[in-house]
């Protein structure tokens, strides 16, 4: 499927999602918010398909949320079509969506790859909540994320004060669960994802659903939930399959049932 703004291709069990608007630092317009959400769906619903990366350039995974696109927006108009609302529809997907992120990661650009489950960097990578500087703050999850991500004095710092974090940084805080040279980041990124879709994909689903619960539970909700959840995992053959070629000293074969 040809998309507007975004390549959207499937490589091996692993739907890469590349950003497409090299002019604008992919900054992200109404038409990338649907390409992604339609590509993120059409991945989710594909049964050849483990797991997703996205991505951006070498200079920017995107510079933010499109500027020249909002700036003349009137409140009412962002009021009643609940602006930013639609990528509550990208977080919906099921299947593990990883960020690989290079160069600008930027306002709305931090915010998408803090939508993701998790975040692989590039050294060359910048993540900043630079909308202090515009004379607004952040609308695609930002201050609410970013805190849970890296705790409030530091989340503080970055919404207040604009300044960008390096990959270190972002390692060092949490932001981001590893740190590649630039030149790997993609294959580092396929790679994990590739790593994922060999597993077997319900229980890849239910763990990501386990750890996510755990931003709405409380621990003793989290952990009953955790139990249940896994609990039912012994009604799949997967697991059958998974602790006797354990016990046998072989592959698994997973069969995602
Ligand atoms: C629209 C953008 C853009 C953006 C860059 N561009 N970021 N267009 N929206 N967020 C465009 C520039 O206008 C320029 O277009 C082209 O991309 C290249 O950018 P330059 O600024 O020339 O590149 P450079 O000098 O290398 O600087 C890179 C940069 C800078 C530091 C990333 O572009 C920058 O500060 N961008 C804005 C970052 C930002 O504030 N993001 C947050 C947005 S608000 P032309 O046509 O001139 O070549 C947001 C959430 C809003 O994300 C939520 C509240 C409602």
């Not at 703004?5 to 604008?24: M, S, Y």
């Not at 991500?149 to 960008?164: C, E, I, P, Q």
Request: aromatic letters at 8%.
């Amino acid at each position: 499927m040809a998309y507007e703004t975004i390549i959207a291709e499937t490589r091996g069990k692993v739907g890469l999602i590349t950003l497409n608007r090299p002019k604008a630092l992919n900054a992200l317009n109404s038409q990338v918010l649907a390409d992604i959400v339609a590509a993120a769906k059409a991945f989710d619903a594909d049964d050849g398909v483990g797991a997703m990366v996205v991505t951006g350039s070498e200079k920017a995974f995107a510079a933010g949320a499109d500027i020249k696109e909002m700036q003349a927006k009137s409140y009412v108009e962002a009021y009643l079509e609940d602006f930013f609302v639609g990528w509550e529809e990208f977080t919906r997907a099921r299947k593990p969506v990883i960020a690989a992120v290079a160069g600008y990661a930027l306002g709305g650009g931090c915010e998408l790859a803090m939508m993701c489950d998790f975040i692989i960097a590039a050294d060359s990578a910048k993540f900043g909540q630079p909308e202090i500087t515009l004379g607004v703050m952040p609308g695609m999850g930002g201050s609410q994320r970013l805190t849970r991500f890296v705790g409030k004095s530091k989340a503080m710092d970055m919404v207040l004060t604009g300044r960008m974090m390096d990959a270190t940084e972002a390692e060092r805080s949490g932001l981001v669960s590893r740190v590649v040279p630039a030149a790997d980041l993609v294959e580092e990124a396929m790679k994990a994802a590739e790593k994922i879709a060999d597993f077997s994909l319900p229980a890849v689903i239910m763990a990501k659903e386990a750890v996510n619960r755990s931003y709405d539970l409380t621990l003793a909700e989290g952990l009953r939930f955790e139990r249940r959840v896994f609990h039912s995992m012994f009604a799949l053959d997967d697991q059958k399959e998974g602790m006797a070629a354990f016990a046998e000293k072989r592959k698994p074969a997973f069969r995602n049932r």
